[in-house]
């Protein structure tokens, strides 16, 4: 262990160049000395004045190794500024497929031929360009532009008053000091971003933050509840070893190292992310019991079948709860005040805090879930919807919330997961969550009787049973009655489109995901009859610790497509309006969006004591319409041709605003497009449906019969595979950037 974590450090240190080249250089060195030429034109002779070499000497040796890794380092730190300097040119994502330009041309083969080591999980980190803070100029007029089709003249004269007020006088004196946290920050929105949006607010996280991932549509691998949980088990554990062992490719895995054992605690200001460096244990909850279990076994892992058998002792232990255990994960649902109070009260010390260490500082956390749950039975629609409340709330106290995730299993076999948000964004989690569904099904797989495969040594000990003493005085009633209230107002419809999917949209030249995006404006247009402030995540990726930034999806030329839709000139518009989503994204992805500088800005002048009418203003509008895709990264995995069943439906997030939507959206192979919607029932405006999506999908693509122009189209199908915006996104997310380098 030691020993290769060592050399896991050294290669990650050096990176971009690899260790061995030291021996490269130190042979090159020796060579010319032996040579008495130079080729170094003079600098060896200057190194060899102030550390003079004089061969047959005792500390020669010392010396030429010295020299030697002056020399070496000195490249090291030259390579890297090279890459990251390269890493800093972003044209080629806005150049036309089949139109590069000269840079980039040249640009493609540096690139290429600098990064072709094969980077460690983190080494990469190191070479990626710090985010730059834009011009506070651009930011305000990027709002202003995005704001335009929603706002009425006097609004908008209002606004932009309100805007260029501010870009002349507060707004400068705030860039200031940001520019100055860019200086020393890796990020200098990350940090901020995370302990601002997440970790300080103190409303509940379940709905409002934490998401969930979803099974197999059609499929359940095993009917068996405990073989489903051995086998998921066991493939997530296969997943952290490779976290530990540095295996994945380095642009998945973003925070992937507080992945697991990880555990968000609350407090009075705010919470902390908590996270332990040794968990060799899950925690598993079963009607209403807590319980451990070991999952390694004097240094190995425990066969999937062992783990079956060991949640099969759970699933048969009848004893009931303890006083005020079976709804104790309420209090990670509910406020966070009155949870942090609750912790420091009752269960900061004996058994209890001994009970909560065990939850907390476990790998991570699994339900065994009474329920029957999926796409089944005489009502297969309503029964996705009621799957899709049920991973995103449970019964408000069967899942514990704070935990990083929570795997699921039911009683079925059916699994998904719910996700704690301030610790990563979803693309990680979908990274893994693909992961463990191919692992399951096709590595680990299930004997015919639908039990896990492997060994099993008898004499492996009980899981042990959680001990609490939770005085009748430590309520959790009132933190349960809120989240109650916030489940019960949840609205979720999930629905596979199946009409078409990334397969003809691309045949009509256009980005899938622009496509999607443009049609959730329609519906939400024909649904409320306007237009609205739409946020579309988008991560920033090419930056060091990015995380996501928000594309206004909603934009000026999108707007006049929909209002033409029914007329002449509908088709120009609507290339006009899937190039502007395009740039949008692209300008989000490359560090000019608008969100995360103005959030940015705010902060600061919080520090500062100072009010910024515009900033508020900006700041509390309402988001209705939020929407993410979820990437596919790992198609590999899934063999969709021997298994077209085999089709992962994806996750999904509750509504920003009170009365707007949430709708998350994968898109799945050639023919198929996810969606998972939510609103508010308490909300008269909102249902969630699939009926206008549907709807404006197929409108669309009507009004679209394009001819693919010959020749060209495909001429430069590498690039149009890289330089289409949506599978860029895909290649960002699954590092095939990198595969593109390599080319
Ligand atoms: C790019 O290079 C070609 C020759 O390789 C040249 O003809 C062309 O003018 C250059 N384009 C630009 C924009 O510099
Ligand atoms: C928005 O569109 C309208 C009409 O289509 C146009 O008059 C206006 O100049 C556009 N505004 C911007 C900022 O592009
Ligand atoms: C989590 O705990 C395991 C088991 O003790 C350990 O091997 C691993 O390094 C930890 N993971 C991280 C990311 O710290």
């Not at 335009?148 to 002349?168: I, V």
């Not at 899981?463 to 009132?478: G, K």
């Not at 001819?707 to 290649?731: D, E, S, T």
Request: hydrophobic residues 40%; charged residues 20%.
């Amino acid at each position: 262990g030691k020993s290769l974590l060592f050399v896991g450090d050294l290669i990650k240190g050096v990176y971009p160049a690899s260790p061995s080249s030291w021996l490269f250089v130190a042979i090159g060195i020796l060579a010319t000395m032996y040579m008495q030429s130079d080729p170094s034109m003079g600098l060896i002779t200057k190194i060899q004045q102030h550390l003079p070499l004089r061969v047959h000497n005792d500390e020669s040796v010392q010396r030429i190794v010295g020299v030697v890794t002056l020399l070496w380092l000195s490249l090291i730190l030259a390579l890297r500024f090279c890459l990251k300097l390269l890493l800093s040119y972003h044209q080629w994502m806005f150049e036309k497929h089949g139109r590069m330009s000269n840079t980039t041309k040249v640009w493609v083969p540096l690139v290429r031929l600098l990064s072709s080591r094969k980077p460690l999980l983190y080494s990469y980190q190191s070479s990626l360009p710090h985010l730059p803070v834009p011009a506070i100029q651009d930011t305000v007029s990027r709002y202003l532009e995005s704001v335009r089709p929603l706002l009425t003249d006097p609004e908008f004269k209002r606004m932009s008053d309100l805007a260029n007020e501010f870009e002349s006088n507060l707004g400068n004196r705030l860039q200031r000091y940001l520019k100055l946290k860019a200086l020393w920050a890796t990020n200098y929105v990350s940090d901020w971003w995370e302990e601002y949006v997440y970790l300080r607010s103190r409303g509940p996280i379940m709905v409002n933050s934490n998401y969930y991932g979803m099974d197999f549509l059609y499929v359940t691998p095993t009917s068996v509840q405990a073989a489903r949980a051995g086998n998921t088990i066991t493939a997530l554990l296969l997943y952290r070893r490779k976290v530990n062992r540095e295996e994945l490719k380095p642009c998945v895995c973003v925070f992937c190292e507080r992945m697991f054992n990880t555990t968000r605690t609350p407090g009075v200001e705010t919470d902390v992310l908590q996270h332990w460096l040794d968990s060799e244990f899950v925690a598993v909850y079963h009607r209403g019991r807590y319980f451990r279990l070991w999952v390694y076994r004097a240094g190995r892992l425990l066969s999937p079948r062992e783990i079956e058998d060991q949640i099969q002792r759970i699933l048969d232990d009848a004893s009931p709860p303890l006083p005020g255990e079976e709804k104790l994960g309420a209090l990670t649902a509910g406020d966070r005040i009155p949870w942090a109070q609750m912790r420091k009260q009752y269960f900061s010390s004996g058994v209890n805090k001994r009970s909560l260490d065990i939850i907390e500082r476990a790998a991570f956390f699994v339900t065994l879930d009474d329920e029957e749950q999926g796409m089944r039975g005489d009502d297969p629609e309503g029964n996705l919807d009621r799957y899709a409340k049920s991973l995103l709330h449970g019964k408000c106290y069967d899942r514990w919330f704070d935990k990083s995730f929570s795997v699921v299993i039911y009683k079925n076999g059916k699994s998904g997961l719910n996700a704690e948000h301030s610790w990563a964004d979803a693309p990680t989690v979908a990274h893994l969550w693909e992961y463990t569904l191919a692992t399951d099904a096709f590595q680990l797989g299930y004997t015919e009787d639908g039990h896990c495969k492997g060994d099993v040594e008898p004499s492996l000990p009980q899981p042990q049973r959680l001990v609490w003493n939770i005085p009748a005085e430590a309520q959790v009633s009132s933190s349960l009655a809120v989240a109650q209230a916030l489940a019960d107002d949840v609205d979720c419809h999930v629905f596979p489109f199946r009409e078409f999917g990334k397969g003809r949209i691309k045949k009509c030249r256009v980005s899938p995901d622009a496509f999607i995006q443009i049609s959730l404006q329609l519906a939400y247009y024909r649904d409320r009859g306007g237009f609205c402030l739409t946020y579309e995540a988008s991560m920033t990726r090419l930056f060091r610790e990015g995380r996501t930034e928000t594309v206004r999806s909603c934009s000026n030329e999108s707007c006049a497509f929909i209002t033409a839709l029914e007329k002449e000139e509908c088709r120009r518009l609507f290339q006009l309006a899937s190039e502007r989503h395009q740039n949008l994204y692209r300008m989000a992805m490359t560090g000019a969006g608008i969100d995360r500088h103005l959030f940015c800005l705010y902060v600061v002048s919080k520090y500062l004591g100072v009010e910024s009418p515009f900033l508020k203003e900006v700041l509390s509008e309402p988001w209705r319409l939020s929407t993410s895709q979820t990437p596919v990264q790992q198609m590999n995995l899934f063999d969709l041709k021997n298994h077209p069943d085999f089709i992962s439906l994806g996750g999904g997030f509750g509504p920003v605003a009170d009365d707007g939507y949430g709708v998350s959206y994968i898109i799945v192979g050639e023919d198929m497009v996810n969606f998972h919607v939510s609103s508010k029932y308490s909300c008269s405006q909102t249902v969630s449906n699939n009926h206008f999506i549907r709807q404006a999908m197929m409108s669309y693509i009507q009004g679209m019969a394009i001819v693919p122009r010959k020749g060209r189209m495909y001429a430069f199908a590498h690039f149009h595979f890289l330089f289409n915006h949506q599978l860029f996104i895909v290649n960002t997310h699954s590092s095939k950037i990198f595969f593109f380098f390599f080319f």
